[in-house]
């Protein structure tokens, strides 16, 4: 208190201690969708003191609905910022909002305290979900573990679920962050399994991983990766250029590997073009060499050939392949296949036959002619052509065809032609008979010898007869010089038929007439 008129005055009022208070947090709980008759999992509200005297609870209790509460919260908290919690679950017997309460009775102001719960009645749905749905992994070398790559297991369903097996397929391991199996899982919530590779052969490897739950549900991961062996091949020379008609040729094979790798390699080839192949030595270490002998090469093998040379050493392989290019040619021809080259008998058709080389064929290729129509030859100009690596040459090929004509024949078959309206068909079959009385009539002199006094002048009248037989058939083929062809018979003709031809032609290199390049072009030839 302050002496003086001019002095200020003060009062301070002393009160009695303060009286708990309560602050609760959060104040209200939505659960969401809920499976019924499945509790959810529990959330937290955190009850504190903030008065200065100590709270004495009296009771926490649900008003009504599905909620239920536990927690560490006893009958007293101190003032001052004391705590206690209390766990809230929600399990709905029907579908459908629902709204409950927890009322907190103490012997603060406001009591009681109401805690609102919301949530969801639904029906149960079991579902998770696993992602990516497939694992890659890279080339890895056989026996060594490759780096490991995850997936995310998610409860997508509104319940609970069980995770009750993580299974990886033979040469994949599985490690997970679910904790040990069988692990709950709730809603919306998530883990990881990892997934590593360790490759015990060589080539592609494909496995999955399985995700199973309580339900009998299961979710696959598709996993893959491929091994590389512990050694490899390769070869001084991968590739090789042969005259077209070799029949073998070599490569040099060579093994690395490291120096923990000591297993014996085993070499073998294939090929789609029907070669054999022989390896000295069969079988090499890592650091040593093989030569590879290369047989039954034809004109008809493969341009190019492939071969796969491979080495095994027990579940591992490598390969290295080698291809083998044939230098050859080809022909083509101007007017090109199937146009046709018309001509009349009697006249030349030309052609423009062009060489191409192919892989460095530089060997002379000399040309020729299947088998021709009648009447008809052919020339080259050059008749043979050198080719130059890879610049094609051309020839000139010159098809030659003969004129038409009737082949002379002493004898005619048929009916002789009309020439005229004095014409007389008939005459022909009067010479022909009185031929064959005078033919008969001669023989049967000779045969029976008829009166001996005749014998004398018998050999005249059989010079006689044989005279008129001759002049018979002489006039009977006089009268059929211009006739009619009554049995449809053709007449022979001499020089290139009508008709449409195709010729071969033939392409061979001089140093090894086995092999043959065909081409074709076609002729027609009409009357001439």
Known sequence: VGVGTSDNAFVARVLNADSPAVALTPQQINFGNQALNIPSSQKTVLLINEGSADLSISSITKVAGACSRTGNCGTFVPGGGGTCSIQVAFTPTTTGSATDQIAVSDNAGGSPQIITVTGTGAYPVSSFTVLPSSLTFPPT???????????????????????????????????????????????????????????????????????????????????????????????????????????????????????????????????????????????????????????????????????????????????????????????????????????????????????????????????????????????????????????????????????????????????????????RGPWLLWVVAGSLVLTLFGTSLVTKGVWAGWKTRLRFHSALVVCAVLLSWLLLGLGCQTYYNGLSVTPAIVGTPTGNYTIVIIGTIGSNAQIVRPAFVNLAVAPG
């Open 141 to 423: 070398m056989i026996n060594s573990t490759s780096s490991a790559q995850t997936v995310r297991i998610t409860n997508t369903g509104n319940v609970a679920i069980q995770i009750t097996n993580i299974l990886a397929t033979s040469g994949f391991t599985e490690t997970s962050t679910c904790g040990t199996l069988p692990v709950t899982l709730n809603v919306s919530a998530s883990c990881t399994a990892s997934v590593t590779f360790t490759p015990t052969k060589s080539g592609s490897v494909t496995g999955s991983l399985t995700i199973s739950d309580s339900t009998g549900g299961s979710r696959a991961v598709t996993l893959s990766g491929s091994g590389t062996p512990q050694f490899s091949l390769s070869a001084s020379a991968t590739s090789s250029v042969l005259l077209i008609g070799s029949t073998s040729t070599t490569f040099m094979i060579a093994a690395a590997a490291p120096s923990s790798f000591t297993s014996l390699i085993a070499l073998s080839c294939s090929s789609g073009g029907g070669v054999t192949c022989s390896f000295n030595p069969s079988s090499i270490n890592g650091g040593q060499t093989s030569m590879v002998n290369v047989n039954s090469l034809s004109a008809n093998s493969p341009n190019p050939l492939s071969i796969t040379v491979t080495g095994t050493a027990a579940s591992q392989t490598a390969a290295v392949t080698l291809n083998i290019f044939f230098s050859d040619f080809s022909l083509t021809t101007t007017p090109p296949n199937p146009p046709i080259n018309a001509v009349s008998a009697g006249q030349t058709a030309t052609y423009t036959i062009t060489v191409t080389p192919s892989n460095g064929f530089n060997q002379v290729v000399l040309l020729s002619c299947g088998t021709l129509p009648q009447g008809t030859t052919c020339t080259f100009n050059p008749p043979g052509v050198t080719l130059d690596n890879s610049v094609a040459t051309t020839s000139t090929l010159s098809v030659a065809t003969t004129t038409q004509t009737p082949k002379a024949s002493l004898w005619r078959v048929g009916k002789r032609k009309e020439q005229g309206p004095g014409a």
